[in-house]
């Protein structure tokens, strides 16, 4: 991983952050860009910060010589900032434009991953027009899912818009309630998917590099945005169990290469890996959370790696489209 690096490939070099952004997932992005900033000031860079999209004439003018970005969901997430990045030649941290777009799409990477063999769970994909037949959603979901169900926006993070419904009321409610928040892209809709029970793992990468797996416990409920970004009570635990990790990590290897992702990016999952029950992908992460409490650099820390290091090494690893090739 950092070992094969240059670290210092761009520290005589001004280097942006991109932040912000216009998903439900901004308030995460500043936490996140902010501690990009002191990571990469503590490493003595000349950094200046984009809060995306206000910034985007200010980027293409300045031109700096690589981007981190931090921006979680929307369009920061999805691609299309990547495409931009991709115009100007500018080398950016994590993935390109197709995978970007591909991983923000829960309803197609699920698709991809389920013919890849990877265990996905039974859902019904609602586009953002079918919304207003709520009623028929729900007798769909009954008889091709069965509840309970989670209800989720198809192309946001952090666990925002998820609802757990134990029966068609709830569903109807909690579609009602998400399709306030759902847009006319082609990837913008509700994702309605059968509910596993058992623990959520999260399994870790640098390119191909494997940080590690975690098991995550909240107090109560499941992680919810509270539980991944307030609470004080949630455990993270290293899973070093062969039963648990080499299904895991090989599920895992199997997204990032269907999906095409590079640079540093998440897999979970939630199940019995452990009894052999149900177990099924939830979703892929190419810009995980970076706060005090995000799972990537806890990870990176068990394996000795300090956050200001890791967001070094994250930005030494920048690159475009082209340069993959």
């Known amino acids: 991983m950092i070992e094969e690096l240059n670290i210092q490939r761009f520290r005589s070099e001004p280097v942006g952050i991109a932040t912000g952004g216009e998903s439900l997932e901004c308030e995460i992005s500043l936490k996140t860009g902010a501690a990009f900033e002191k990571a990469l000031v503590n490493r003595g860079y000349d950094v200046t910060v984009y809060d995306v999209p206000e910034d985007l004439e200010a980027l293409a003018a300045d031109r700096p010589a690589a981007v981190l970005l931090g921006i979680h969901g929307g369009l920061g997430e999805g691609g299309a900032l ?16 197709l995978a970007s777009a591909l991983a923000m799409d829960k309803h197609r990477t699920r698709r991809l991953c389920a013919a890849e063999g990877v ?12 919304l207003h037949e709520s009623p028929r959603l ?8 069965g509840f309970p169900v989670v209800a989720k926006l198809n192309d946001a993070g ?5 609802h757990i419904c134990e029966d068609a009321r709830q569903l109807e409610d909690a579609l009602q309630q998400l399709a306030q928040h759902v847009g006319d892209g082609a990837s913008s809709g509700v994702l309605i998917e059968q509910m596993v029970e058992g623990p959520e793992y999260t399994v870790g990468f640098f390119d ?4 590690g797996v975690m098991e995550i416990r909240p107090a109560e409920g499941f992680y919810d945005v509270e539980a991944k970004y307030e609470s004080e009570d949630t455990e993270y635990i290293v899973v070093d169990d062969p039963a648990i990790c080499e299904p895991l990590v090989g599920w895992s290897r199997t997204v990032l290469d ?19 029950g149900p177990v099924v992908m939830l ?19 068990d394996r000795g790696v300090e956050f200001d290091e890791f967001v070094e090494a994250m930005v030494a690893a920048a690159k475009t489209d082209a340069d993959q090739q």
Do not use: H
């Open 82 to 97: 990547q495409g931009f990045l991709e115009s100007l030649n500018i080398p950016y941290t994590g993935s390109g434009v």
């Open 119 to 130: 265990p996905v769970a039974d859902a019904v994909w609602c586009a953002g027009s079918q």
């Open 138 to 145: 729900v007798e769909r979901a009954s008889e091709e899912v």
């Open 158 to 162: 952090s666990s925002f818009g998820v």
């Open 208 to 211: 191909q590099e494997c940080l």
């Open 258 to 276: 269907a999906v095409g992702c590079r640079g540093v990016a998440r897999v979970d999952f939630k199940g019995a890996v452990a009894e052999s």
């Open 283 to 301: 979703e892929v992460n190419t810009i995980p959370g970076m706060t005090a409490t995000s799972l990537v650099p806890k990870m990176a820390a």
